[in-house]
């Protein structure tokens, strides 16, 4: 999937007016399948998803017992870093949207902090964003709140997306990333990352603090985390096509929500985004900070991203050239 480039050196965009023309929609194809109601059936529940989300929302009910502020310290820390840098910026703006030019190790770092968030492989999680933007609160959304507003939240999750034919499926919808035997292994390494990390988060803790703060930076730095972080995820998926402005018309229900802005890295500029997927930049007014767009202009003043999508339209990347060629 190839990337536009923007020039390598351009005044700053201009605030987005609510008066801008939104992009023109999609063409609807047939064949989006399944939909909501195909997934809906027994056969296709997904066990393992339902045990892997149903046990970390069992071991946080323990976190109150073992709570040190280590361990709510460590939780923050990588709140941030498997949420805004490892889903945001990488499963989001980079894998999914190719919103940006990197080298292969940043993407593949990326990749993997974005796996430790626990949402799944890079694979299902881009491919299920792909389709969700194809047919955005229509038939075949994998998590339109027009089937409910608990279904776009969590429930959806229970069903497989790929309706028994998961090879068919990325090839669909990743074919650029089911491609790349990297992306593949990562598929293999969810758990074991997981139980990796556990193990470190442990050893740490046992050795500073013996088994009582080890427990503690598991209960909190893993699964509170790692909770939290799905809940922020998912109410972009929610709320932001529930509640919320526009600064665009589009073909969706996607909103500006501040809350989920906040919690969700910048997410939460929803409708912005929906309006002009491959922006790196989601919030497009001069109050709507997104904070996983300052990491990625720290990392292209690095040098370890460039051609940025920072425009919107052709139209106004010919004219950030012409200004930048003007000065």
Not at 87 to 113: D, E, P, Q, S
Not at 169 to 194: S, T
Not at 245 to 252: A, I, L, S
Request: hydrophobic share 40%; with cysteine; aromatic share 14%.
């Amino acid at each position: 999937m190839s990337t536009v480039a923007p020039p390598k050196s351009r005044p700053e965009r201009p605030s987005v007016s609510v008066d801008v023309r939104a992009s023109k929609a999609p063409k609807r194809q047939k064949g989006y399948g399944p939909n909501t109601q195909e997934r809906r059936r027994r056969s296709n529940l997904s066990y393992w998803a339902i045990g892997w989300l149903a046990m970390a929302h069992l071991v946080v009910l323990a976190a109150p017992f073992y709570f040190t502020w280590t361990g709510l310290i460590v939780a923050l820390v990588l709140h941030w870093i498997t949420g805004s840098l490892g889903i945001c910026l990488g499963y989001h703006r980079l894998l999914t949207h190719t919103g940006m030019k990197t080298y292969n190790w940043v993407r593949y770092t990326f990749a993997t902090i974005g796996t430790l968030a626990g949402e799944g492989t890079p694979l299902d999680r881009v491919a299920d964003h792909r389709k969700h933007h194809a047919c955005s609160d229509q038939e075949g959304d994998p998590h339109s709140p027009n089937d409910g507003g608990w279904w776009s939240h969590v429930f959806w999750l229970a069903y497989h997306t790929h309706g028994g034919d998961r090879k068919a499926y990325l090839q669909r919808w990743v074919p650029d990333l089911y491609k790349e035997a990297g992306m593949r292994r990562l598929d293999y390494l969810f758990l074991p990352a997981h139980i990796v990390m556990s193990l470190l988060l442990f050893a740490v803790g046992y050795s500073f603090g013996g088994l009582y703060l080890g427990t503690s930076l598991v209960v909190w730095g893993m699964f509170v985390r790692l909770v939290t972080v799905l809940h922020a995820t998912w109410m972009v998926n929610s709320l932001s096509h529930m509640w919320g402005y526009k600064n665009y018309e589009t073909t969706d229900d996607s909103r500006n929500n501040w809350f989920v802005a906040i919690v969700a890295y910048g997410e939460g500029w929803h409708n912005n985004h929906h309006a002009y997927p491959r922006m790196a930049k989601h919030g497009h007014k001069w109050w709507e900070f997104d904070i996983t767009w300052q990491a990625i202009r720290l990392l292209r003043a690095t040098g370890l991203v460039w051609d940025v999508v920072d425009y919107r339209t052709a139209a106004e990347k010919k004219t950030l050239e012409e200004s930048a060629e003007a000065a």
